[in-house]
């Protein structure tokens, strides 16, 4: 038996840049070691598998692998099944592991709002930071940004640096990055950029080396950014660039509603093309 499948390209409106993406139509048979399997065969970093809804109202029932590992959300996975799975502009819920998800979709531009609204964890040394990524001390934090663990469902290390040439220094490797990420596997790091920041993300533990495009720790920011005192009361608008230093240039829109002085709803928002599709054969369940 073979499942149709469908490759975009997220966070892009160009071909061969963004974040790959796998989408997997009609997996509700499969297990969850048959979509692993299938997801460790792409070797993206993440593969959605789109079932029938639970609650008839909404879009898909969906679940999200990385090559190692399911994740209950992610961003570029939520953006690229929306497009795919929508007839044009309009409204969709996706049933994720973490919860539904909202998509509002216009003029090929989708937006989902996080389903879990962004929570602060632990402060994060800053010499334990620099080291993790073979950076200087002086290269890590800038203005009121500090490193710091936040989660809305994955949890990311947080990691500001001074700008874009520390950015592109960043080389996570050796005793000193497992020592960093020894709790929480995953780094954004991020810099600066005009209006907005640039980033990358590492999560080498989760077989994902660096990620093009993140839109689950783009989201994740706004905690981040609301400790940093950097976001007003209201509506923010960001511009993040990500993957430049992979050659998949990725661009992601944030948007940050704060209402007495606490993050209300953060969706993230980006484009997405198809640039290939055909049919896999499913493993053995064994």
Known sequence: MMLEYHVYDVFTDRPFAGNPLAVVMGADALSTRQMQTIARQFNLSETIFVMAPRDPAHRARVRIFLPLAEIPFAGHPTIGCALHLSAGDGDLVLEEEAGPVPVTIRDGLAEFAAPVLPQLGDAVAADLAAAGLGLGADQVGFDTHRPVVAHAGPAFIFLPLRDAQA???????????????????????????????????????????EDPATGSATATLAAPLLAAGVLPEGETRLSLRQGVEMGRPSQLGLRIAVKGG????????????????????????T
């Open 167 to 209: 950015l592109a220094d960043a080389r996570p490797a050796g005793a000193a990055f497992e020592a960093l990420t020894a709790r929480v596997g995953k780094v954004y790091a991020y810099a600066p950029d005009g209006a907005g920041f640039r980033a990358r993300m590492f999560a080498p533990g989760s077989g994902v080396p």
């Open 262 to 285: 606490a993050l209300a709803q953060v969706c993230v928002s980006g484009r997405a093309v198809p640039v290939a599709q055909g049919r896999i054969r499913i493993p053995e369940d």
